[in-house]
């Protein structure tokens, strides 16, 4: 099922650059005080997670569990935001980081993509060992988007003992079409930025795991060629063609069997909107659409009702509504 949402954007920030932009880089806030945890991986990587627990918070709370896009961490913006919103309410924030991301950096010698649904996995199983009663609320951001939706579909109703509710925010649900829209001239600028992080990770990780061959990636690659010679071979798949049918979410969507919002931008630079449009989606799974946004962007009219940061004041409402 497919709905529109009426979103305002803020006064002159109408072009869905300036809304990606904005948002991504301009962070004033502080971290909120947070745990460090540390859970191991079957193939011996482990992960870094920051645990916000409110003072009231029992053991039957809810806990919300979030994780960031490509080349982010536990301090990316959306991130920090949603913990510290969330801790008044008595909510609990688990942000996780992706292998090798954040406090994890040295901590995996396997490189995370777009597919490693089974990572989350391992944390939220680590987190209902600790704490059975809490329900959780699983959120990713972009490339985090697709791989929670991912896991809920492979998962099916197998989820449910694990989650009671997933949500994601424009998630590049088929990758392929994501990195066509970033090698368009027009988006050289995040294809540039993300390379340069991904690159400087992959050196950082050769020369910290001495197992792992001498690796010199050059100096400007497009990302399909990085997927390419990179991370298809290195994760296990055939090319990158393989990497991106595999690890796409949208085929798995429609097995999701718990509650479910997705959130998309129709002026998005990197994703399509329209990739789950053919798809028959159960009852459970709303994909919202707005007209502007851009990409995590949804900075909104200080004067409407959810303010400046729109998308955070949506998905408080989304987390807090009833389950079911």
Not at 92 to 103: D, E, K, Q, S
Not at 143 to 150: A, F, R
Not at 153 to 160: D, K, Y
Request: aromatic share 10%.
């Amino acid at each position: 099922m497919s709905q529109e949402i009426p979103f305002e954007p803020f006064p002159f920030l109408n072009d869905p650059h300036q809304q990606t932009f904005f948002n991504s880089f301009f962070n004033f806030l502080f971290e909120p005080a947070s745990d460090q945890k540390v859970i191991p991986l079957p193939d011996g990587d482990r992960l870094s997670v920051h645990i916000t627990t409110p003072r009231d918070w029992k053991p039957t709370d809810l806990t919300v569990v979030l994780l960031h896009g490509l080349c982010g961490s536990h301090k990316s913006p959306n991130l920090v935001r949603m913990a510290r919103r969330l801790e008044p309410r008595n909510i609990r924030a688990v942000r996780i980081n992706m292998r090798g991301c954040g406090t994890g950096r040295g901590l995996a010698k396997h490189v995370y993509h777009s597919g490693r649904s089974e990572d989350v996995f391992e944390v939220l199983k680590a987190l209902k060992t600790e704490h059975p009663d809490s329900p959780i609320v699983l959120i990713g951001f972009s490339l985090g988007g697709n791989i929670v939706l991912k896991l809920a579909g492979e998962l099916g109703v197998l989820a449910r003992p694990f989650l009671d509710k997933v949500i994601s925010v424009s998630p590049p649900v088929d990758l392929y079409s994501s990195i066509q829209m970033l090698g368009d001239p027009a988006n050289s600028i995040y294809e540039r930025y993300f390379y340069r992080l991904l690159r400087a990770d992959v050196h950082y990780r050769h020369k910290k795991f001495k197992d792992l061959p001498p690796m010199r990636l050059p100096r400007n690659l497009k990302l399909y060629e990085f997927d390419q010679i990179y991370t298809a071979p290195v994760c296990g798949f055939r090319d990158a063609q393989d990497y991106y049918s595999k690890c796409s979410s949208a085929p798995l969507i429609p097995e999701i069997a718990i509650p479910c919002k997705i959130l998309m931008a129709e002026d998005d630079p990197i994703i399509h909107a329209k990739s789950l449009d053919h798809y028959k989606l159960p009852s459970n799974v709303i994909n919202f659409k707005t007209k502007k946004g851009g990409h995590m962007g949804y900075l909104g009219d200080p004067r409407g009702e959810k303010g400046i940061h729109w998308l955070d004041s949506l998905l408080i409402d989304w987390i807090v509504e009833k389950l079911g």
